[in-house]
């Protein structure tokens, strides 16, 4: 009681001679000038601040927003279980061929951006492509990737290959074929034509 006192004491006087009194936060331990009260809300506007960010990207997106194609067929294949023999990004969608095991071909359409279903209908496909192959479509794609790095917009079972187109970092369109067995890169060449009716969905 005295010791607050004597300080109220010394600040007055230093405005009564026309000085500038300072305040001063006296801890009882002589210690930091922050208490534990200005720590703690610190503490929690921190908290708050971090809550309030932006949200982190899913895992299944690629660049500009747009679902990977391992994203895709994981998500076709539990839509429908069975085989994906091709996924597409066509016309601003995500375009899959899959093999049931109900024996039945399924024409998938799935969201550019979430990689969520959004349509499925029967579909006749390709009768030599039923049993897929050794290699999946998420390795095949994975291994284009590993020749281009770049993002896969087409990955297919065709002509006894994987057949996937990806577009490198600098905007390059390439096509690499991948063996159906080894999951081994067998060719890769620039692909210098632009498809018809191309949206640039797969930027």
Do not use: F
């Not at 390709?126 to 794609?141: E, I, L, M």
């Amino acid at each position: 009681m005295k010791r607050n006192y004597v300080i109220a004491c010394v600040a007055a006087a230093a405005l009564a001679a026309g000085g500038t009194a300072t305040g001063v936060a006296l801890a009882d331990g002589g210690g930091s000038g922050s208490s534990p009260a200005a720590t703690s809300t610190t503490a929690s506007a921190r908290a708050a601040s971090t809550a309030s960010g932006p949200a982190r990207a899913s895992s299944g997106s690629g660049p500009g927003g747009v679902a990977t194609v391992d994203a895709v067929v994981r998500s076709a294949e539990a839509y429908e279980p069975g085989t994906v023999t091709s996924a597409e990004l066509d016309h601003g969608r995500w375009e899959v061929d899959l093999y049931g095991k109900d024996r039945v071909w399924h024409e998938i359409h799935l969201d550019r951006r979430t990689g969520k279903v959004v349509s499925s209908r029967q579909d006749g496909g390709d009768q030599d492509d039923r049993k897929g192959a050794p290699v999946t479509a998420v390795r095949a794609a994975a291994a284009a990737r590993g020749a281009v790095p770049g993002t896969v917009t087409s990955v297919e079972l065709d002509n006894g290959r994987w057949e996937a187109e990806v577009t490198a970092h600098n905007g390059a369109r390439h096509e690499v074929y991948i063996n159906l067995t080894t999951g081994k890169v067998t060719s890769e060449h620039l692909n210098r034509h632009q498809h018809d009716g191309d949206d640039g969905d797969d930027d």
